[in-house]
């Protein structure tokens, strides 16, 4: 019974370059939230896509992000140019349905802009 | 707009009891609550819904004043293994599925 997986784990940037994360969902869930928490501060909304939509992105910075959730495969967080304030722990969440249900957060992860 | 919790910190002995408060400034559809350990992902222990259903962990209570828009988290008879970070999550009545968390409270349970 897998919960959220997301991978890597763990992943280094040099600035001006690009880094990929990707989550898949608990089996079943087709709604998908990433979360950005910076050192010692709490979780920020950024995304939230159903398969093949996205359905709100009010939380994403204008430039250098984007994010989907292909029909097939796993979501991704796309982040182009990172920059050093880009380093914080990534986490995605996936819930069957909106609002009624709660949301499985996966093992997050951590990116590091040297 | 971001809920606010209270205490910020709370430090108990084993056995003590506590209570962390989350209010927000805007009409509720739900709020969730999750603790985190560093370094770890959120962990999941209660929704609350607009109309009193609840779903959650057996061991931890919650309530949530609609009308206040205010939700609070019942710790009771703390474990050494409740440390951690306390978020609460809300959902308001018009917006998508995303939650909007508390900045968090930090308990730690001495021995």
């Known amino acids: 019974n897998a919960g959220v997986m997301q991978n890597p784990r763990h992943l280094v940037r040099r600035r001006g370059q690009e880094a990929r994360l990707r989550c898949s969902p608990v089996k079943g869930h087709s709604h998908v939230y990433w979360y950005r928490q910076l050192p010692e501060e709490g979780l920020k909304f950024m995304v939230y896509?159903?398969?093949?939509?996205?359905?709100?992105e009010s939380g994403m910075p204008k430039e250098r992000f984007s994010a989907e959730f292909p029909k097939e495969g796993p979501s991704i967080l796309r982040i182009q140019q990172v920059v050093r304030g880009d380093s914080a722990a990534y986490f995605c969440a996936s819930s069957p349905r909106d609002r009624k249900e709660t949301q499985y957060f996966g093992p997050g992860t951590r990116l590091l802009v040297l | 707009q971001q809920p606010v919790q209270s205490p910020q910190a709370v430090i108990l002995r084993e056995g003590e009891d506590a209570v962390i408060n989350c209010s927000s400034s805007?009409?509720?559809?739900?709020v969730h609550w999750y603790r985190q350990k560093h370094g770890e992902a959120p962990v999941f222990l209660m929704i609350l819904l607009k109309g009193g259903e609840q779903k959650g962990h057996e061991k931890i209570s919650a309530s949530f004043n609609e009308k206040k828009q205010q939700s609070s988290l019942y710790l009771t008879a703390s474990q050494l293994s409740y440390s951690g970070t306390y978020f609460c999550?809300?959902?308001?009545?018009?917006?998508?599925?995303?939650?909007?968390f508390g900045q968090g409270t930090t308990l730690q349970v001495k021995p």
């Open positions: 999550g809300t959902h308001g009545s018009g917006n998508t599925g995303k939650l909007i």
């Open positions: 896509l159903q398969k093949e939509n996205i359905i709100d």
């Open positions: 805007k009409a509720l559809y739900s």
